[in-house]
């Protein structure tokens, strides 16, 4: 593929703009040591305040797969659903999520107070989840899911875009990671959690249990939410617990990232300028589309205590045996994304976890052994590293400008959501209990996932070729921006 001129020119450094920040990195804020000094208490400050973010994926999560657990313990039969009308339950959230998604985002990037506005859908979202405890029908509960779907598209999009305008690309898989692993945690301790209230709060007022369910995580995420008002950053120009030098120093640190400022130095439209530029690059287009075939493939995510009823036990244990597999992924995704970040390798990392993915669907398609299938189970949960690294790399190729980043990270997200659309179709009760047809179509995203990560790998790095080689004929020696391969 012929690179576009316009991937390169727009974060192309000039020799003077190079030259000027090494003169400067020294004087700016002390010195070299006085300045790492600094930095390391920015960066402290910035991760206890993001941890905050983890929390809130981890209720975004669970206020959106809760239905997962509550569909064998009544849910089905005091709904009156039929055929296919659960598996659209799921899906109709992702419409939702689907339509507000790019809108959200540009607002956010527009406004500069993810602090208000992030926690203020948290709150809706959670009024609306508690809310589905009280429905009777399909229409009511469909209903209710469209509007958590709505509601909740401005969430992640908007996480990402907040961690992307604080860390350096050498910086900002751990942090990511850090964040999906709330969606991990959630598929872990969710269960865990759904699992004590369905097992002793059936009848409770006269309730069954998998409306106390809806009730209590619900409640929990409208207390959350109000109290990370007082807790999330805003934007580096317009958080007010930075002091004058912390602050500096984060625009600073995003300028010499990508050798041209955040802000000022590349923003020169009105508020669809960003739109504009993200719906003309092809490589939003084909992330989109990867990103749909990687989601396919982790359609497995919200059926897992479904997987794990197949390996024959009583439910309170089956839900139980949900989390080991999580734990495990958790702790890999944040393992592999440090080291991808150390290594500013991505696609590499992201294949072999969807090796290990399509080893562990394998092994579920050709065997029903208890053992061998709850190991496939934890091969799948860690091919979700895969997805964080994707999301990683998307914050990387499309750095500057701003609100570009920001139409970048949430129409791709948007249009993934078509694979969980599609994704919720993937796992009928009729191709139970071997799921084999499941498992296929799982690989089948996989490898999709995998040939077309190497192709954008090979146009990246004719780009990273062509940026060298424009430095050299400038004379600028000091290495600028490359896309991470």
């Known amino acids: 593929m012929a690179p576009d001129p316009l991937d390169t020119a727009s974060i192309s450094p000039s020799k003077g703009h190079i030259e000027c920040k090494e003169l400067n990195l020294d004087i700016d804020f002390g010195g070299i040591e006085a300045r790492k000094k600094l930095e390391r208490r920015l960066l402290w400050k910035l991760d206890l305040h993001m941890l905050m973010l983890v929390l809130i994926y981890i209720l975004n999560f669970i206020d959106r797969n809760n239905v997962g657990a509550a569909r064998s313990r009544g849910l089905v039969t005091d709904l009156h659903l039929k055929g296919q009308q659960f598996a659209t339950l799921l899906s109709i959230l992702y419409v939702g999520y689907i339509i507000m998604q790019v809108p959200s985002n540009m607002f956010l990037n527009y406004i500069g107070k993810p602090s208000l506005y992030l926690p203020a859908c948290m709150i809706i979202w959670g009024v609306i989840s508690a809310l589905t405890g009280i429905t009777t029908n399909f229409i009511g509960a469909l209903l209710m899911r469209f509007f958590i779907g709505f509601v909740e598209a401005a969430f992640f999009p908007g996480a990402v875009f907040l961690i992307s305008k604080w860390y350096k690309k050498d910086e900002i898989g751990a942090r990511v990671a850090i964040l999906y692993c709330g ?115 982790l359609s497995f995510v919200v059926y897992f205590p479904s997987l794990t009823v197949t390996l024959g036990y009583n439910p309170t244990v089956t839900l139980l045996l949900v989390a080991p597999p999580w734990v495990y992924a958790v702790i890999f995704t944040f393992v592999w994304a440090r080291h991808s970040d150390k290594t500013q390798e991505r696609f590499f990392h992201l294949s072999i976890s969807n090796l290990i993915g399509i080893l562990g669907s394998l092994i579920s398609i050709c065997t029903m052994n208890t053992a061998a299938r709850y190991l496939s189970l934890f091969f799948m949960a860690q091919s979700c590293s895969a997805h964080v690294l994707m999301t990683t790399w998307i914050s990387s190729t499309f750095a500057r400008p701003p609100s570009k980043r920001a139409v970048c990270f949430s129409l791709i997200n948007a249009l993934q959501q078509l694979g969980n659309v599609a994704g919720s179709y993937v796992w009928p009760i009729n191709w139970g209990p071997s799921y084999r047809y499941s498992y296929a179509t799982v690989i089948a995203g996989y490898v999709t996932a995998i040939v077309m990560t190497w192709i954008l790998r090979q146009h990246l790095k004719t780009l990273n070729n062509k940026l060298e080689k424009g430095e050299e004929e400038q004379g600028i020696k000091v290495k600028g921006f490359r896309y991470v391969l």
């Open 183 to 297: 969606n991990l945690i959630s598929n872990a301790f969710g269960a865990l959690i759904a699992s004590g209230i369905l097992a002793n709060m059936d009848g409770v007022r006269g309730q069954a249990a998998w409306r106390w369910l809806f009730y209590i995580e619900g409640s929990l995420t409208v207390t959350v939410a109000i109290i990370s008002i007082f807790l999330l950053p805003d934007f580096p120009t317009t958080t007010k617990w930075l002091t004058d030098d912390e602050r500096r120093l984060a625009l600073k640190r995003m300028e010499e990232d990508a050798g041209v400022g955040d802000q000022a130095e590349t923003e020169s439209g009105g508020f669809g300028y960003g739109f504009r530029l993200a719906i003309t690059d092809w490589k939003v287009w084909w992330f989109a589309t990867l990103s749909v075939a990687q989601v396919i493939a």
